[in-house]
C-alpha cells in the first residue's frame, strides 16, 4: 500500500514536470522580452532626444517687421560706409525702376537676391534686417520680415528628408528675406558626395525660381568660402550676382560700439579708463585673426566690464547713481584677464 501512495505521487510529479519547465521558461522569457523592451525604450529615448536638440539647434530665428524708418537705421550704423553706399544705389535704382514701370517702359529683368561677404560681426545679419524692411518700403515684399538660419536648418540627417526640411524654412520666409549664415557650409570643402547640401541647394534654386516675386534670399559669410559656394553651382552663379563686402571694423569704429552698448545701457566711464579701451582695442585689430568677432568681441567685452564693476561694488553698502553707472580701468582690466 505504502509502495502504491509512493509510485503515485511519483506519477504525479512526472506529470508537472512539464508544467513546471513551460512556466519556468515563460517567466524566463518575460524576463528577457522586459530587458530588450526596456532597452528599445532606452535607445527610442536617445533618439527622440537627439532629434528634439537637432530641431532645437536647427530652428530658425524669425524676426517681424520693426517700426521705425529702415534708411535712417542704416545710416545710423557705425562705420560701414560702403556698405550703406551699396544698399542706398540698390534703392535708388529700384525706385526709378519702378517709376520707368509705371510710366510703361521696359525695365531690366532684376535679381534682388545678395551676397554679403566679410567676417563675423561686422553687421550682416543687422543690415540682412533692414534690406527685408527696404523691400518692403520699395513694394518688392509684402511683409519685409526676416528668417534666418543656417546649414543645420536646411539639411536634415536622413535621406528624403532634407527637401521637407528646406521648404519649411521657405514657407517662413514667404514675402519677406531668407537670411542663410554660412551659407558655404551646404558645400563641404571636401565634396562629400552622400552629403545632403546638394538638396537643399537644389530644393532653394526651384522654390526661388517658383516664388520669385514672394522671396528674397540673403547669403552670407566668408569671401575665399562664398566664392567657392557660388562656383560650385550654376544656378546659384545666375541667381547671386549683387555682392556686398562688409569690411572688418577698426580700432576706432569698435571703440565707438563700446560706447554705444554704454549709452543704451546708461553706463559711464572714466577717461582713464577709456584711454586704456582705446590701446587695448588698437592692439587686438592689429593681432586679429580671421575668426576675430569684431561687434561681438565688443559686446563680450562690455557684458564682462559691466560684471566685473558689480564684482566690485558687491562690498560697497549704499553705492551712488554715479558708482552704479561708472566703469573704471580696473573694471575693464579684469574684464580682458
Not at 14 to 35: E, H, K, R
Not at 240 to 246: C, H, K, L, Q, S
Amino acid at each position: 500500500m505504502k509502495n502504491d501512495l509512493t509510485i503515485s505521487k511519483v506519477l504525479k510529479i512526472g506529470c508537472l514536470y512539464p508544467f513546471i519547465i513551460f512556466v519556468v521558461a515563460s517567466v524566463l522569457v518575460a524576463i528577457f522580452d522586459d530587458d530588450d523592451k526596456a532597452k528599445e525604450d532606452g535607445q527610442e529615448q536617445v533618439e527622440q532626444t537627439d532629434a528634439k536638440a537637432d530641431t532645437v539647434k536647427a530652428e530658425p530665428v524669425v524676426n517681424e517687421v520693426l517700426e521705425g524708418d529702415p534708411y535712417q537705421e542704416l545710416d545710423e550704423l557705425i562705420g560701414l560706409e560702403a556698405v550703406k553706399k551699396e544698399v542706398r544705389s540698390l534703392a535708388n535704382f529700384v525706385k526709378v525702376q519702378k517709376q520707368r514701370e509705371a510710366q510703361g517702359l521696359k525695365i531690366p529683368k532684376m535679381s534682388y537676391h545678395l551676397v554679403f561677404t566679410g567676417s563675423p560681426g561686422t553687421g550682416k545679419t543687422t543690415v540682412a534686417r533692414i534690406v527685408a524692411r527696404i523691400y518692403k518700403d520699395l513694394g518688392i515684399l509684402k511683409k519685409g520680415h526676416t528668417v534666418e538660419t543656417d546649414r543645420s536648418g536646411l539639411v536634415a540627417k536622413y535621406m528624403g528628408q532634407t527637401a521637407l526640411k528646406t521648404d519649411t524654412i521657405v514657407n517662413k520666409a514667404m514675402h519677406g528675406v531668407l537670411f542663410i549664415d554660412e551659407a558655404y557650409a551646404l558645400v563641404p570643402e571636401d565634396g562629400n558626395g552622400s552629403d545632403y547640401g546638394q538638396e537643399a541647394i537644389s530644393t532653394l534654386l526651384k522654390r526661388m525660381e517658383d516664388y520669385r516675386d514672394s522671396l528674397v534670399v540673403i547669403i552670407a559669410g566668408y569671401p575665399k568660402e562664398m566664392k567657392r559656394f557660388i562656383d560650385s553651382n550654376p544656378g546659384l552663379q545666375s541667381r547671386f550676382n549683387r555682392y556686398i563686402d562688409f569690411p572688418d571694423y577698426t580700432a576706432e569704429e569698435l571703440t565707438d560700439i563700446f560706447k554705444m552698448y554704454m549709452r543704451k545701457n546708461q553706463y559711464t566711464m572714466s577717461d582713464e579708463a577709456l584711454g586704456f579701451l582705446e590701446k587695448q582695442l588698437e592692439y587686438v585689430v592689429a593681432h586679429k585673426d580671421r575668426n576675430f568677432g569684431n561687434a561681438r568681441y565688443c559686446r563680450n567685452l562690455f557684458e564682462k566690464s559691466i560684471q566685473q564693476q558689480a564684482n566690485r561694488l558687491t562690498g560697497v553698502s549704499n553705492a551712488s547713481k554715479e558708482q552704479l553707472m561708472e566703469l573704471t580701468i580696473e573694471d575693464i582690466q579684469n574684464a580682458l584677464r
